[in-house]
Structures are given as C-alpha cells and as structure tokens.
C-alpha cells in the first residue's frame, strides 16, 4: 500500500493543494480542516505521516502533536508554520516532531522530509507490534517478568489510580525511566490529555523556566510578541514529566516546589498566578538523598516529589529480562524495516544473556536495531550481527589491566580531579557522552567541569 499521510491544515486553498501534491506523488492522502478532525481520522486511519499545520483553528498543532504520540502507532508527524522561529522550532522537536517545515513549502523541502520519516518509499509501513500482556501493560512498552519490573508495574498501578499523586523514578541511564512514566499516564484518568516530557539537564537555567512556565509579552528579547505558554500549560489535564531532576537549579527547585505545593505557577515576567492541573512525574539517575545531604538539593522538594519511588533495577541485575526485552525489539525493529526475522539463532541469544548491558535497555536496543538491519530478513539473527565483544569477561579483564594507574601532579581535590577527567576522556576517546557516563554524570556536569578546569 502507498504510504497515508494526513494533511491538517484550517486554510482550506494550501490543504488542498498539498493534498493535490501528495496524491500526484503516489502517496494515500487524507484531510482534515480542524486539530479534532484530524485527531479523529488519525485513530480510525492510523496515518504513516501527519502533516499538521502549527495554526488550526481550534487547536495547536503542538496539542495535536501531543495526542498523536500516544497512538500506536504513532505517525512521523511534520509541522508546518508560517515562520519556524527557533523558540517553536526547539518546542516542536522536544514534543517528538519530525522536523518543522516553513511555509512556502517547496517540493523538494517536502519530498525530502516525508523520504526521511518514511522507512522505505512507496511501501507502508508494517505495524505488527509484539503484544504479551503478560509481559507488558497496554500502555506501552514496559517489558520484563523479573521481581523487580514487576513491583514497579504494581507501583504504576498505583500511582495511576490516584488523580495527581506525584512519582520519582529512580535509576541508571538506559534503564527506561521515561517508559514508566508514561505507563503511569497510560494507566491513569489522564490518558487522553498530553504527556510532557522536558529533560532538566539539556537547557540552561533561563531556557528552562521559560520553557516550563512560559513568559509574558516584552520578557525576553526576540521573544513572541505575544508571550508564551510553557509546558506546564502544554500537560494541562495530563503529566508533565521532569527527566533528570536532580540537576535542577536551586532558583527552579524553588519555583517548582510552590507548583506542587500550590497547584499554581507564573509566567515568566508575569504577576498573574496560572492554576495547573498536571500530574508531576519526575526521574533522576542521581542520589537524591545524597544531595539533600550535601545541600544540592531542597529537602523540601525531594520530600514533595517522593510521595511514592519507583526503582528500575539496571538490566544487568535482571538477565530474565534480556530475552523478552530483545524479542520486543526484534519484533519491532522487523516490521519497521519490512524484514521477517524469526528470532535469534542459539548462539546470538546466548550472547545478548552473557553480556553485561553497562548502557542498560538503552544499548540493548540499539544493539538489536543493529543486528536487524544487518541481518538477512529471511533468517535468525546470528552473534555476528550483534557486533558484541566476544568475551566481555576477558575483555573487561585485559583493559582494565591496560590501563595504567592514575598519575597525578597536583594533589589538590581540583588536580585529581583534572587529571580523572582528563584520563577518562582519554580512555573514550575523547567522546564526551562516553566520559559523562563512565564518571557518572551527566553531559551538562561534565561540559561545566571541563570549562571550569579550562579557566582555572
């Protein structure tokens, strides 16, 4: 079948003529004048792509957006404005958009991103998706049979009976802290009102409250003439999930805890109190309690965000897990490249158990993704298409023995810590993301450190 695509858009002379594109093209269009409309034919059709116009008349293409994440599938969802400023270019993205397209809208501009979303033209997309209640709740991809996702699915379920009680989920990087998150909202009264999800740790401390609470008209340079909502606004109804709490700053930590407290918010610039009815998830890979002692962190706002905590053991203390997390993926990874893959042969499941998973479920999937691009699509997936080490074991063994031991000049806290900085970033390779996580920090701690040691 040729691939759907759904053209939203109020001005009905542009909707028809990008229909009228489309069709030209090959593709199977579909129109809608309003965001309801589209939402509508969405669910009934299951589109391969939403071209969503940022204008529509009774709804943002952002809150469509948000709507259209939680289909399954979701469509590869493009946004078309009339000027992609970069304050509605960084909101689209973080809301999962594709890309942002800016009015006039060129042929080749649109050939170019519908090739990109689409996996292979002219041929739709396979939507066979691996469904075993037993091993996943239906909200989402929340897989394992081990003791320890099973008391966090117990916890979602707790939590998403309550209309508001907050959440903080605990865990190592990779681990799929957001995945319980949004099984939270899933599960909850609030899951046909938007999921948000904002990463604390990606923006500076400004960006990041305007983000959150939005800002008035004239509080920024270059700023909408209008203002702007923030996505406290965006999760209205639904959950606004805070990624990486922990490196929050004292000023937010503060602001954020009157949220919670009060159920009320300011824009930026503002002096008008904005209620907010969101559910508040948050999630750090950081010791909080820790942080709390050190005076990093308010105790009163760990208190209020740690009604209820939900530990995601590292997947190396669940090996059960590896073989349904990697079939999940297999499956999944299978119909989005149009391969039929029957599983993995003998060797390469032993392999996926033997390994250690230091990035957790995040490198087990890209390591599956791999392996099912690389593998024929008529035929089990063999070890060699892994691209695993051999023996990770020995190879663990005979690295650290490579390694020599840590020479140190200055002996100060700031020249050991110089000097670790700098062997790790040796020892990657000088890939900063690497570094961040075998230090075990964040990228943002990290680049501040660097420039930190740079200037001193």
Same mark, same amino acid.
């Given at each position: 079948?040729?691939?759907?695509?759904?053209?939203?858009?109020?001005?009905?002379?542009?909707?028809?003529?990008?229909? &009228? #594109? !489309?069709?030209? %093209?090959?593709?199977?269009? /579909?129109? =809608?004048?309003?965001? +309801?409309? $589209?939402? *509508? @034919?969405?669910?009934?059709?299951?589109?391969?792509?939403?071209?969503?116009?940022?204008?529509?008349?009774?709804?943002?293409?952002?809150?469509?957006?948000?709507?259209? &994440? #939680? !289909?399954?599938? %979701?469509?590869?969802?493009? /946004?078309? =404005?009339?000027?992609? +400023?970069? $304050?509605? *270019? @960084?909101?689209?993205?973080?809301?999962?958009?594709?890309?942002?397209?800016?009015?006039?809208?060129?042929?080749?501009?649109?050939?170019?991103?519908?090739?990109?979303?689409?996996?292979?033209?002219?041929?739709?997309?396979?939507?066979?998706?691996?469904?075993?209640?037993?091993?996943?709740?239906?909200?989402?991809?929340?897989?394992?049979?081990?003791?320890?996702?099973?008391?966090?699915?117990?916890?979602?379920?707790?939590?998403?009976?309550?209309?508001?009680?907050?959440?903080?989920?605990?865990?190592?990087?990779?681990?799929?802290?957001?995945?319980?998150?949004?099984?939270?909202?899933?599960?909850?009264?609030?899951?046909?009102?938007?999921?948000?999800?904002?990463?604390?740790?990606?923006?500076?401390?400004?960006?990041?409250?305007?983000?959150?609470?939005?800002?008035?008209?004239?509080?920024?340079?270059?700023?909408?003439?209008?203002?702007?909502?923030?996505?406290?606004?965006?999760?209205?109804?639904?959950?606004?999930?805070?990624?990486?709490?922990?490196?929050?700053?004292?000023?937010?930590?503060?602001?954020?805890?009157?949220?919670?407290?009060?159920?009320?918010?300011?824009?930026?610039?503002?002096?008008?109190?904005?209620?907010?009815?969101?559910?508040?998830?948050?999630?750090?890979?950081?010791?909080?309690?820790?942080?709390?002692?050190?005076?990093?962190?308010?105790?009163?706002?760990?208190?209020?965000?740690?009604?209820?905590?939900?530990?995601?053991?590292?997947?190396?203390?669940?090996?059960?897990?590896?073989?349904?997390?990697?079939?999940?993926?297999?499956?999944?990874?299978?119909?989005?490249?149009?391969?039929?893959?029957?599983?993995?042969?003998?060797?390469?499941?032993?392999?996926?158990?033997?390994?250690?998973?230091?990035?957790?479920?995040?490198?087990?999937?890209?390591?599956?993704?791999?392996?099912?691009?690389?593998?024929?699509?008529?035929?089990?997936?063999?070890?060699?298409?892994?691209?695993?080490?051999?023996?990770?074991?020995?190879?663990?063994?005979?690295?650290?023995?490579?390694?020599?031991?840590?020479?140190?000049?200055?002996?100060?806290?700031?020249?050991?810590?110089?000097?670790?900085?700098?062997?790790?970033?040796?020892?990657?390779?000088?890939?900063?993301?690497?570094?961040?996580?075998?230090?075990?920090?964040?990228?943002?701690?990290?680049?501040?450190?660097?420039?930190?040691?740079?200037?001193?």
């Amino acid at each position: 079948m040729a691939p759907h695509v759904l053209v939203a858009d109020g001005r009905a002379p542009a909707r028809s003529e990008l229909v &009228a #594109r !489309l069709r030209r %093209a090959g593709f199977t269009a /579909l129109e =809608a004048a309003s965001g +309801d409309e $589209a939402l *509508a @034919l969405a669910r009934a059709e299951r589109p391969d792509v939403a071209l969503l116009a940022t204008d529509l008349p009774d709804r943002s293409g952002l809150d469509v957006l948000n709507h259209l &994440a #939680r !289909l399954d599938p %979701a469509p590869a969802v493009l /946004l078309v =404005a009339d000027e992609a +400023d970069a $304050a509605t *270019a @960084l909101g689209a993205l973080r809301r999962g958009a594709a890309d942002l397209l800016e009015r006039p809208l060129s042929e080749g501009r649109l050939r170019e991103a519908l090739d990109r979303v689409l996996p292979s033209r002219g041929v739709r997309r396979e939507r066979d998706h691996l469904r075993d209640e037993v091993l996943r709740l239906r909200s989402g991809p929340v897989v394992g049979r081990s003791p320890g996702v099973r008391l966090v699915l117990e916890h979602v379920e707790r939590v998403a009976r309550t209309p508001r009680t907050t959440a903080l989920v605990l865990g190592e990087s990779g681990v799929g802290k957001e995945l319980v998150a949004r099984a939270i909202h899933e599960r909850s009264d609030r899951r046909d009102a938007p999921f948000v999800a904002v990463n604390c740790a990606a923006l500076s401390d400004s960006l990041l409250e305007a983000e959150l609470f939005g800002y008035e008209p004239g509080a920024f340079t270059g700023g909408a003439p209008k203002g702007r909502d923030g996505l406290v606004a965006a999760a209205e109804g639904g959950t606004l999930f805070l990624d990486e709490i922990g490196e929050l700053a004292p000023a937010l930590q503060a602001k954020l805890l009157r949220v919670l407290q009060e159920r009320a918010y300011r824009r930026v610039g503002g002096t008008r109190d904005r209620a907010m009815d969101a559910r508040v998830v948050a999630s750090t890979n950081r010791d909080l309690g820790a942080r709390v002692a050190q005076g990093d962190f308010r105790a009163d706002l760990y208190y209020r965000l740690n009604v209820l905590t939900l530990v995601v053991p590292p997947l190396r203390e669940r090996p059960e897990d590896v073989g349904p997390l990697a079939d999940h993926f297999l499956a999944s990874f299978a119909g989005e490249f149009g391969k039929e893959l029957p599983g993995f042969a003998a060797a390469a499941r032993a392999r996926l158990e033997a390994h250690a998973w230091p990035g957790n479920v995040r490198e087990l999937r890209n390591t599956v993704e791999r392996a099912a691009l690389l593998a024929p699509g008529d035929a089990p997936v063999e070890e060699e298409h892994l691209a695993l080490p051999a023996s990770p074991d020995a190879t663990d063994g005979e690295a650290a023995a490579a390694i020599p031991p840590l020479e140190v000049d200055d002996l100060s806290l700031r020249g050991v810590e110089r000097a670790l900085i700098r062997r790790v970033l040796h020892e990657a390779g000088g890939n900063r993301s690497r570094a961040a996580r075998i230090l075990g920090v964040n990228r943002t701690t990290l680049y501040n450190k660097l420039r930190a040691l740079e200037t001193a």
